[in-house]
DNA sequence: CTGTTAGCGCGTTCAA
DNA sequence: TTGAACGCGCTAACAG
């Protein structure tokens, strides 16, 4: 009962050929009579023979199968990633392996080391927001495993990535709003470490003193932990202000939900007193009474797909990028507006 | 520059002994002299050998990784379920290979062939809502790939699977709703192929009749396809009942969304005219003006966890379980009553 | 057109 | 305590 999985040499023998012989038949090798082959072909079928995948990837020393490396599945904006990668390389007949950091920098490293030991021939990741090593990038590119990044980018020369130019929608959501006629326009930010927290800061900056010449109060800005309680104490700061604001730009849509939620229980009229404008678009946001006016959109679905198509391609015999110049690949995104 | 990752070869070369011993100090083996065995763990260490994991799963049969196959990564749900089962697979040493069925049996049987070339040591799995056809599991458990079923679970016989067990979900609902004195109760159910509904359906039934002796009104049982418009069309018909109820129970939180934004579209105040009970307990949900007043919590992550616990334990050596009786663990379902 | 064979990296006998 | 040798399933180079 305990029916080992058919092999070629099972097959060979059946047919008194030899295994190479078998081999090429499955693979419609030209050389191989028709009569042999349909032979070969029908007593596989007959058989269930199927191809060990094992054997191939230790033969090959290519596994199909790349590597996918994520802060938090949980997270909408990664698991929406996570399906365009997979759609996009099962079209291609690869596999995804995955991997959760949980933003953790160890937990990250070691990821990559199970991961570059079961051999994956690619890996895409999202890096861990405290990640500040980075040679354990350094070490898969010596053993020739390729990475591209997306989202959340390391500060490394020559890598290849695909992002969200996230200053273009902070430069919407700054413009939007200064058209709905605010000019005191505060900011959540996320962490000063994230790189998407500076890029935030600085559009920002940029959109409201230099494009639009209107004076930036620095009181204005300030940041959470992304944790509920930050939010809070942002909201709180930001509030109490002497100077009122009438407007705020979050991180993301999860800082403006607390955000909101905070403004709520303080009896702030959220949408009268105080706009909103995040990142994310969430769907869940279009069922609020009083969700945020707009919402960045970065298209994660389209961003995990180019990384898998950038992976491919350099996974691929012929990189049509023949250079070997990395790729970047920039997401527009979309101010979502709010009906 | 295109240095090849070390192999015990390597290693044994450059100390002039066998490859068997190497394999042997690596692995600390008690027949190795203590000399020898420090002389190869230091050179593997500085050349950084890594175990070709490719070749391991080659030789033993054995990959280290099992599949998980969801219909969605971008429902929470699946998101969160896959969440727990990564984290105690990671814990176990085992990779995670993930496929998604987008609830077309094609595609899940497609899968679960890729998954078995690829030698994956067992398989989690939820299945498409519209499978009917169960060859491709008899096809994994004749290769000695053992299966955990979990959240949807097809009719077959001794499989293993955890679910979580609904009817009491609903029963608890019913009897939540029951003791706030609504008697007049209405059920938005899924469609009537999944055997999610018919739980929910025979435990509607069940509880308010059988047991608290609530005549049944069948004009009170309505099913959406789970779409938006479905669910609006639902809400439709029983809001223009004679008989008037004053609380929903929703197949899930998602048509409760739905079906709130279409009590409110139409000025009937949530919370108040009518309340809503559904099941799957979002996050997002605390964030809403006027949430569903309760929601049945199914732990995802739990149940994600579990299937992985027993999936491990199946692979390894000595099942705690050595009859082979099937696992069928089952998790009790909360109402989380929202403030 | 087909067969023979080496070898991918490793664990594991069996012998010494 | 160590080494030599085999084989896992498959592909590809070489030989007919």
Redesign the pocket.
């Given at each position: 009962m305990e029916k080992?999985?058919?092999?070629?040499?099972?097959i060979?023998k059946r047919l008194?050929?030899?295994?190479?012989?078998?081999?090429?038949?499955?693979?419609d090798?030209?050389?191989?009579?028709?009569?042999?082959?349909t032979r070969v072909q029908q007593l596989a079928a007959e058989l269930n023979?199927?191809?060990?995948q094992?054997?191939?990837s230790?033969?090959?020393?290519k596994t199909f199968t790349i590597g996918v490396i994520l802060p938090n599945l949980s997270e909408s904006f990664f698991s929406t990633a996570i399906c365009g990668i997979e759609d996009f390389a099962k079209e291609k007949k690869y596999n995804i392996l995955i991997g959760q950091s949980h933003d953790d920098e160890d937990t990250e490293k070691q990821i990559v080391q199970t991961m570059k030991n079961h051999r994956v021939d690619g890996v895409i990741i999202s890096v861990a927001k405290n990640s500040v090593n980075y040679e354990h990038f350094n070490m898969l590119k010596k053993n020739n495993i390729p990475i591209v990044f997306f989202d959340r980018i390391p500060k490394m020369e020559g890598i290849h990535y695909v992002a969200c130019k996230i200053e273009d929608g902070m430069s919407q959501a700054v413009n939007f709003l200064i058209k709905q006629k605010h000019r005191n326009i505060g900011l959540i930010n996320g962490p000063d470490t994230l790189v998407a927290s500076k890029d935030r800061l600085g559009a920002y900056m940029n959109t409201l003193y230099k494009k639009r010449r209107i004076k930036i109060n620095p009181d204005f800005i300030t940041s959470t932990d992304l944790t509920k309680e930050g939010t809070q104490a942002a909201m709180s700061r930001l509030m109490s202000l002497k100077e009122k604001i009438s407007a705020i730009i979050t991180f993301n849509d999860y800082v403006a939900l607390d955000a909101i939620q905070y403004a709520k229980k303080n009896n702030i009229k959220v949408n009268e007193d105080i706009c909103f404008v995040s990142f994310a678009n969430l769907p869940i946001c279009h069922y609020l009474d009083t969700p945020p006016i707009a919402s960045v959109e970065q298209f994660p679905y389209t961003q995990g797909e180019k990384a898998a198509e950038i992976l491919l391609d350099l996974l691929s015999d012929s990189p049509s990028n023949t250079k070997q110049e990395p790729y970047h690949v920039i997401i527009e995104p979309t101010l979502a507006v709010n009906n």
């Amino acid at each position: 009962m305990e029916k080992k999985s058919t092999t070629i040499i099972e097959i060979a023998k059946r047919l008194n050929v030899s295994v190479s012989t078998v081999s090429r038949a499955l693979h419609d090798h030209h050389s191989i009579g028709l009569r042999t082959k349909t032979r070969v072909q029908q007593l596989a079928a007959e058989l269930n023979y199927e191809p060990n995948q094992a054997a191939i990837s230790f033969k090959q020393g290519k596994t199909f199968t790349i590597g996918v490396i994520l802060p938090n599945l949980s997270e909408s904006f990664f698991s929406t990633a996570i399906c365009g990668i997979e759609d996009f390389a099962k079209e291609k007949k690869y596999n995804i392996l995955i991997g959760q950091s949980h933003d953790d920098e160890d937990t990250e490293k070691q990821i990559v080391q199970t991961m570059k030991n079961h051999r994956v021939d690619g890996v895409i990741i999202s890096v861990a927001k405290n990640s500040v090593n980075y040679e354990h990038f350094n070490m898969l590119k010596k053993n020739n495993i390729p990475i591209v990044f997306f989202d959340r980018i390391p500060k490394m020369e020559g890598i290849h990535y695909v992002a969200c130019k996230i200053e273009d929608g902070m430069s919407q959501a700054v413009n939007f709003l200064i058209k709905q006629k605010h000019r005191n326009i505060g900011l959540i930010n996320g962490p000063d470490t994230l790189v998407a927290s500076k890029d935030r800061l600085g559009a920002y900056m940029n959109t409201l003193y230099k494009k639009r010449r209107i004076k930036i109060n620095p009181d204005f800005i300030t940041s959470t932990d992304l944790t509920k309680e930050g939010t809070q104490a942002a909201m709180s700061r930001l509030m109490s202000l002497k100077e009122k604001i009438s407007a705020i730009i979050t991180f993301n849509d999860y800082v403006a939900l607390d955000a909101i939620q905070y403004a709520k229980k303080n009896n702030i009229k959220v949408n009268e007193d105080i706009c909103f404008v995040s990142f994310a678009n969430l769907p869940i946001c279009h069922y609020l009474d009083t969700p945020p006016i707009a919402s960045v959109e970065q298209f994660p679905y389209t961003q995990g797909e180019k990384a898998a198509e950038i992976l491919l391609d350099l996974l691929s015999d012929s990189p049509s990028n023949t250079k070997q110049e990395p790729y970047h690949v920039i997401i527009e995104p979309t101010l979502a507006v709010n009906n």
